[in-house]
Structure formats: C-alpha cells, structure tokens
C-alpha cells in the first residue's frame, strides 16, 4: 500500500485490496440485508371495523363508563350524567394506558400518570397532549352502536 | 506436585497441565482498604449463572403467548414441584443482579479503573450493563400480567417518541403497532436466546480483558515502591473468598425467594382499564420519575423528547468516560470525575427513592 505510483495509475496491489475490501462489505451488506429486514413487521391485512354493537341501552345508567373491544383496539362508552352516550377510542393520548370514566370526578381518567379528560374527550390535566379520538353514537333499537366517524 | 493422582497424571501427560498450574501461582490481586468492591463483578457473573440455570429451568414448563404465558407461569408456580421457588429465585435473582452490576460499574468508575489501558473493558462493561437492563425489560412482560402489560406498553412508547428512529424501533420491539401476543412472541426470542448469547460473548471478552490485563491497582499506589504493595494471591485465597460470597448471596437469594415470594398479579386485559399504580421496574424509575417532572412543552418541544434525549446524552457521555477523563491517564487527579461520580449517584437515588414513594 505504500508504494502507490505516482503516475496516476493504481498497483495492482492498491487495486486488489480494494477489491478484496469491496468484496467483504458486499458480502456482509448481503448476509446482513435480509436479517434487518426480516425483523421489519409485515402489514396486516385484518380490517379494522368501522362499527361495532358497544352494548345494550338498559345495561347503561348515567354517570357511567364501559371499556370495549374496537376492533384491535380499546374504546369507552359514557353516559354521561345528563344522560347522553358519548364514545371515545380509550387510548391515552399521552402514553397509550387505557382510560377510565371516574362517576366521582365525572370525567374520563388515565391511571398511568393521572391525565384527565372532560366529557367532550378534551385534554383538561395532566400529561395527555391531546384530546381522545371520538366516535359516534347511534342507538338502534336496544343497541348502542359506535361508529368511526 | 508430588502426590499426583492417577487422573492427574494422565491428564497431564496428554495436556501440559503445568502451564494452568503456573498461570494460578503467578495471579495475585491487589490488596488494599477498597478491594471489597472488588467481588462485585464475581457476584454479577455468579447471579448470571443462578439467571441461566433458573431461566432454563422455567422455560421447561413457560409458553409464551398471550392465551397461554399467564397460566403456565401459573402452573408452574402453583403445581410444578418447586416451581414457585425456581421462579422466586430467577426474579429475585434478576433484581439483584441488575443491583450488582450497578455496584460494581460505580466502584470501577470511582477507584478509576476504566482509565488507560482498561478503556476497552469499560465499554464492554457498559455494554454488559445495557443487556443486564434489556434482559429486565423483556422478561417484565413474559409473564403477561396487567402491571406488565402496561407498563411494557408505556415503556415502548416512550421508545416512539425519540425523532426520526423511534417509531421504527418501536414498532420492531413491539412486532406491530401495539403491545399483543406477538410482542411477546418478539421478547421471549430476545430474552431466551438473543440476549443470553449476545451476553456470553461479551462477558467473555470482558473476563479476557480483565485476565490479560490483570487487576487495577488502586490510584494511591501511584508512586508507591513495589515492597509497600500488599498483594494477595489469586489462588487459593482470592478464589476461596469469591465462593465464600457466592454461598453468602446463594443464601440471601434463598432466604428473599422463600420468604418474599415473587407475586404473579392478574392477567392481562388488553381490553380493560389500565390499573392504578403502573410503575416501571425499580431500575428504570429514576428516569421514569424524572420525566413526571417535565412540563409536557417546553420551549416548543415535547417534554418527553427532551427528556429522552437528556437521559441519552447522559448515558453517552457516561459510556465516554475514558475520553473526557484525559488528567488521570496523565498521572494527574482528576476531582471532576469524583464529583460528577458522586452527583450522579445522589441523583439516581434521591429519584429512586421519590419514584418509589409516589402512588
Ligand atoms: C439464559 C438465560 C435466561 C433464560 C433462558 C431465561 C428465561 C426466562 C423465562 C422462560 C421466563 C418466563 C417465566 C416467568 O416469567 O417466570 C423469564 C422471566 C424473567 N426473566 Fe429470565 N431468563 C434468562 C436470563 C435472565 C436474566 C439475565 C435476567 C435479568 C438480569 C432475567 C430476568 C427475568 C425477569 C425479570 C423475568 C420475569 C419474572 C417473572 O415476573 O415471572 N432473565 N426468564
Ligand atoms: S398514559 Fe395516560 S396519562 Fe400517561
């Protein structure tokens, strides 16, 4: 390597060391490829639902809050204490803990780290950065039935 | 060796056992009012082997996923002869061998051995120290009970929030975009076979290190002439104190395992409320603490993120320590060390200590 001609042109020496350089990162980028990406997630193709039945009208007084299963993912059902349905997906906005209704505050509670939300799903304490998703309500016959909106 | 016996002897016909013998005679440690943190690295290795052999044990019987990780921890614990005792012991032993480690990083850093040549040993210290952590956090979830669950799901997300890599590497870690039984799919191949091979290479290379090099002598001996030094030899003595220990902490283990038994909570709900009182394990708290004390904007940027990125800082320039220390590899004390050393372990334990109180 240190006898690089200064004509210009490369020893054969220089160039076989490149070479052989060139060959091992390939070699490596090759074998390694494939592994990183196989730890890549891939899609999945279950449909989330964009409705679904959150339960029965006479199960629910005011003041009261149910967790359900939205497709992959937790929702809340309130009834408020004016006696209005209102849902929300029930994941924190903060870190992801799953919320609570809490008939004592009447408001929506995380137990993670104590953010709070009002009935309108607003962020009004705590860490929470932004308000909960919410969801429509529609009552067909005894059913509540939650709806992306 | 005079009185050879007849296995010895024919091993040392076929393998030169002499050069072991030779290497066991010239190995001295040093000897000296500190040398009592010394024994923390043995202990580390031997709760390692207490972690191996449990981990095995338990994996005769544990099944992971999200239907079935929960109840087989609990037939092991409640059916499996023993098995209550084994899974005590591996939780238990995990715990102390977190603090361990911990202890024996604080004493490497404080009696200033990671200064030149053991820079290398420092940093796959440090390295064994970040697996230790990994190993924790991936076996917190393996039994698959609603404090874990939450607080595997708090954890990742807090990975998310670092810019540009953290989503990614979150949703890796997760195996998705949230915390299901392919999370625990993920985990359990990290803490059974990645990390522990991961692990065993380093801790070879970090024993390699200390064995080529041999033991630090404390900074007082400086300029001390080699007849003040007080040595003692590695064996028989220094080997016969190390499994003194070793039987002590057994007994400790043994003790903490049958009396305090590692509670198993409730299963996980992904679908109910998340439970009061969600806390990381105790060696995350510090940090799990101080980012309760971030505004959650300041100065326009997530409260979170500057945390992050103010712990990462502070790991990396832990990890450097070698380098920013350049006056005590001169020969020249360094006061800053010490005080940085001390200001960081006020830090972790007064954190610690507020975290473990909040509810
Ligand atoms: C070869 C090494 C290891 C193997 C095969 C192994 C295997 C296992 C298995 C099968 C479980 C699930 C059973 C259960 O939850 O009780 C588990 C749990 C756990 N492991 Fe390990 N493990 C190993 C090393 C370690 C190390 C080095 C640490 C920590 C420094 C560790 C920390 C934990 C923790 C904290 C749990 C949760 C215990 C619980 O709450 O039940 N493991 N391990
Ligand atoms: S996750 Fe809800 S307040 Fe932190």
Redesign the interface.
């Known amino acids: 390597m240190m006898d690089v001609p200064s004509t210009g042109k490369m020893s054969r020496r220089t160039f076989l060391d490149y070479f052989l350089g060139l060959s091992v990162v390939a070699w490596l980028a090759a074998v390694l490829y494939p592994i990183i990406d196989y730890?890549?997630?891939p899609p999945?193709t279950e449909a989330a639902p964009s409705s679904v039945v959150a339960g029965s009208v006479k199960d629910f007084k005011p003041n009261s809050g149910k967790?359900?299963?939205f497709g992959?993912?937790?929702a809340i059902l309130v009834d408020t204490p004016d006696g209005k349905l209102e849902a929300f997906s029930?994941v924190?906005t903060h870190?992801?803990?799953?919320?609570?209704y809490r008939p004592d505050m009447q408001r929506i509670w995380?137990?993670?780290?104590g953010g709070v939300y009002d009935l309108n799903g607003r962020n009004i304490s705590g860490?929470p950065?932004r308000p909960l998703t919410g969801y429509k309500v529609a009552v067909k016959g005894d059913d509540i039935v939650v709806s992306k909106s | 060796m005079n009185k050879e016996s007849k296995m010895m002897r024919w091993l040392n016909e076929r393998y030169n056992l002499s050069l072991i013998e030779h290497f066991a005679e010239e190995k001295k440690v040093p000897h000296f009012r500190g040398s009592f943190w010394y024994y923390f690295g043995g202990v580390s290795l031997f709760l390692f082997i207490v972690q191996v052999v449990t981990g095995i044990l338990l994996l005769m019987y544990y099944q992971p996923g999200a239907q079935t990780a929960y109840e087989s921890v609990r037939f092991i614990v409640m059916k499996v002869q023993f098995g209550w005792l084994i899974r005590s012991i591996h939780s238990w032993s995990a715990n102390l061998m977190i603090l361990s480690v911990i202890i024996h990083m604080f004493s490497v850093y404080f009696t200033k051995a990671f200064r030149k040549p053991r820079e290398l040993t420092w940093y796959s210290g440090f390295i064994l120290l970040a697996l230790c952590l990994t190993f924790g956090f991936s076996g917190y979830l393996l039994p698959w009970n609603t404090l874990s669950y939450f607080a595997t799901k708090v954890g990742t997300e807090i990975v998310g929030v670092v810019p540009f890599v953290g989503k990614p590497v979150m949703e890796v870690l997760r195996n998705g975009s949230d915390v299901t039984t392919a999370t625990l799919t993920r985990f359990f191949a990290l803490h059974v076979a990645v990390l522990p091979a991961l692990f065993t290479v380093i801790l070879g290379v970090h024993l390699l290190f200390i064995q080529v090099q041999g033991i630090s002598e404390p900074e007082s001996w400086k300029y001390l002439p080699e007849s003040k030094k007080s040595h003692i030899p590695f064996f028989p003595n220094f080997v016969l104190r190390d499994v003194l220990l070793w039987l002590i902490v057994l007994n400790v283990l043994a003790i903490l395992a049958v009396y305090f038994p590692w509670e198993l909570g409730h299963k996980a709900e992904p679908f109910a409320p998340a439970p009061i009182g969600i806390k990381p394990e105790w060696y995350f708290l510090f940090m799990f603490q101080s980012l309760r004390f971030f505004p959650p904007k300041l100065l326009g940027v997530d409260g979170e993120v500057l945390g992050i990125s103010l712990f990462g800082l502070a790991g990396f320039l832990w990890f450097l320590v070698p380098f920013w220390d350049s006056k005590t590899s001169k020969g020249s004390r360094n006061r800053i060390v010490n005080y940085v050393g001390i200001g960081v372990v006020l830090y972790i334990i007064v954190f610690t200590v507020i975290g473990a109180r909040a509810k």
Request: glycine share 0%; net charge positive.
């Open positions: 730890f890549r997630v999945q967790v359900f299963r992959n993912e937790p029930a924190c870190l992801q803990c799953t919320v609570q995380c137990a993670c780290h860490p950065p």
